[in-house]
């Protein structure tokens, strides 16, 4: 009877442990892997995961960098259970500072919003909630709740 107690205090105990893992560590347990990503208004992108952070990840394909919102993640295929612990500066990286280094670049950047909209331009400043993009319709500013994706060419 007690061995039995034992056995279910420690299958108890794994269960907890594997109930506290959050999904940017796994995903910064797979960086430089493919995966096989379904993101809310883009569908299933095969993407090579660069970063994990605790509210974006960062990923490539051929041509193109995407700044993902974890919040737009739906689905990812074959993401296993292991998991790697942030450091220093992935808990303190977040979706202004990806932003505000593509600011800096001047980079020409594509920012997916909520069905299917799209807006591109050169992010000129960034507040704590929101930022200015240079538009073909002038200065616009979009909140960083309402916008699903950023994508930006890669640098060859």
Not at 25 to 49: C, F, H, P, T, Y
């Amino acid at each position: 009877m007690v061995a039995l107690a034992r056995e279910e205090f420690a299958f108890a105990e794994a269960r907890g442990e594997i109930a506290h893992q959050i999904l940017a560590d796994r995903l910064r347990a797979r960086i430089n892997v493919n995966l096989e990503i379904l993101v809310m208004d883009m569908g299933w992108q095969k993407l090579r995961i660069l970063q994990a952070n605790s509210d974006h990840l960062l990923a490539v394909d051929e041509s193109r960098v995407y700044a993902i919102k974890l919040s737009s993640l739906i689905a990812i295929k074959n993401l296993n259970i292991s998991t790697k612990p942030a450091n220093r500066l992935e808990e303190s990286w977040s979706l202004n500072s990806t932003l505000r280094q593509w600011m800096i670049s001047h980079s020409v950047v594509s920012f997916l919003l909520p069905n299917s909209l799209s807006l591109s331009g050169e992010i000129k400043r960034i507040y704590q909630d929101h930022f200015e993009v240079e538009s073909e319709f002038g200065d616009v500013a979009l909140t960083q709740s309402n916008f699903l994706v950023a994508v930006k060419s890669r640098e060859v």
